[in-house]
């Protein structure tokens, strides 16, 4: 299968900074990718969709300002918690979607601390 | 709106015995339906994956899933389970809407395999 990965794999920040996590394809054209969160013990959370070149698309209840995702290229999305703060500890998880495949590929998450 | 439902949050079971896993969806039109393994401390795997055809999927390690579409359900099996199958299972529904494509997972279900 194809290859998602992440970066980075674990940060820890001070609450009120911001963190940019990346999210890259490695050997397909992405064109849609998918962040999601999962909280301890819980399942994924789809939080936003983005397709190369368009704005993302978020589910409901998730800030657009709070959680930034661009998505500029077939290969890269980022997503930026801004003002971080405790409640946004979390474990994210990437995954894309392109190519001739069907199927969504995960990235290997980044665990985001702040204290 | 879509929903998945895992109807058991933990299991526990002997080596050896047989596991079933159930998994419903909700939502009326085409979809494409997985089941993904979260080992401690790693990141989701697919284990199996129905698109069309067969109801009855094969998958990695001997598991296998149903879909019955009368039933909107996907559950998963595996005849004799192993202590290293101790994991969460994880069932996943994709289906297109206006924005396109988007996954939505079940809580999971936490499988414990006593040795």
């Known amino acids: 299968g194809a290859v998602v990965s992440q970066h980075p794999s674990r940060v820890i920040c001070k609450s009120g900074t911001s963190v940019k996590i990346e999210c890259r394809s490695l050997?397909?054209?992405?064109?849609?990718m998918f962040w999601y969160r999962q909280f301890p013990k819980k399942s994924l959370m789809l939080m936003a969709t983005s397709n190369e070149g368009s704005k993302a698309t978020y589910e409901q209840g998730v800030e657009k300002d709070k959680f930034l995702i661009n998505h500029a290229s077939l290969t890269l999305s980022t997503l930026t918690v801004t003002s971080a703060h405790p409640e946004d500890s979390s474990f994210y998880i990437c995954?894309?979607?392109?190519?001739?495949?069907?199927?969504?590929?995960f990235g290997p998450g980044t665990r985001l601390t702040v204290l | 709106a879509q929903s998945v439902s895992q109807h058991n949050h933990h299991v526990i079971l002997s080596e050896a015995a047989s596991l079933e896993l159930g998994c419903n969806y909700s939502?009326?039109?085409?979809?494409?339906l997985f089941w993904y393994v979260q080992y401690p401390g790693q990141h989701l795997q697919l284990l199996l994956k129905y698109f069309s055809g067969d109801p009855l999927v094969k998958g990695i390690k001997g598991f296998e899933a149903e879909f019955i579409k009368s039933k909107f359900s996907f559950n998963l099996r595996k005849p004799s389970v192993q202590w290293s199958d101790t994991a969460e299972y994880f069932c996943?529904?994709?289906?297109?809407?206006?924005?396109?494509?988007?996954?939505?997972f079940g809580a999971g279900t936490r499988l414990f395999v006593k040795a």
């Open positions: 050997d397909f054209q992405a064109t849609t």
């Open positions: 995954s894309a979607r392109g190519g001739s495949y069907n199927e969504q590929f």
């Open positions: 996943a529904v994709m289906s297109r809407n206006t924005g396109g494509f988007k996954t939505i």
């Open positions: 939502y009326g039109g085409t979809v494409n």
